[in-house]
DNA sequence: GTGAGTTTGACAATCATTCTCAGGTGGAAT
DNA sequence: ATTCCACCTGAGAATGATTGTCAAACTCAC
């Protein structure tokens, strides 16, 4: 069976109180800043746990990084994500959902799953940039 | 300048003669089996160079590696590809486009780009999973 | 409280990718 | 055709994220 450790739960905490997606390292790098003695692939294997659980979301960054983030919801869903602070918006998408869905079976593909994610500058950011 | 060495073509060549998305190892490993004596740095500058000037489209595994191909057009547009075998469909959608600059605008971001592909079961590997 | 099985953590191992740098090479000028 | 040199290549080291290992610590059911 599944144990509750400490561990878990800075993670999950962790993760909460985080505004958009972060990374294994970067997490583990903040727990340990606050004190806690958790090691490292303990907050890798953690993340991992709620991935498949579906506590978390996960995507890959283009750096090759994988990123995770506690979503209000665990239903299916995607995100906005602002490419200079990391504030993230998650966002529904029927149509996208639909279109996907037919696209695949047009082509003759069966069980499609898809990955949408959108990236920009969010408004904050947007007229940081053009301050700066 | 850009110079023209057999490296670069013979990377471009391997990259046309496949059919899906290959990783860097992947197409490095073929290369050397056809007698190449190409270096792998070499494949992943070229790879990196040809992504950078549109002649290829490059994608990240879930697994954390950096998938590329070339594709038929230079526009933008998506891909449908199977998971089993790796066969790829250059897909396009407006409506998609449409749909993510729109959200993006409706919460206030901008300069806005987007993800989008879908993966499944081509037609042969669909029937290939019934059978075995 | 006890025992059995899970989880943890320090560290090694792995894997893709990038860096380094000495030597090779394309191609413009001659 | 020859020369020249900035760019390119390749071998191997270096990097950085992630995973594996295994003994010790801990959780939970009893």
């Known amino acids: ?54 506590e978390a979301d996960s995507l890959q960054s283009t750096e090759g990084e994988s990123l995770y983030r506690a979503c209000s919801t665990q239903e299916h869903h995607h995100h906005l994500i602002c490419r200079n602070c990391g504030t993230t918006v998650e966002i529904e998408a029927d149509a996208v959902e639909q279109w996907a869905a037919s696209t695949a079976a047009r082509h003759g593909f069966t069980e499609p799953r898809h990955i949408v994610d959108i990236f920009g500058l969010c408004a904050a950011c947007s007229a940081g940039a053009r301050g700066a």
Not at 24 to 31: D, I, M, S
């Open 1 to 54: 069976m599944k144990r509750n450790t400490w561990q878990r739960q800075a993670v999950r905490e962790a993760l909460d109180t985080s505004q958009g997606f972060v990374s294994a390292q970067h997490l583990y790098a903040g727990l340990r800043e606050s004190g806690s003695p958790i090691g490292l692939a303990t907050v890798y294997r953690a993340l991992a746990d709620l991935a498949v659980e579906g």
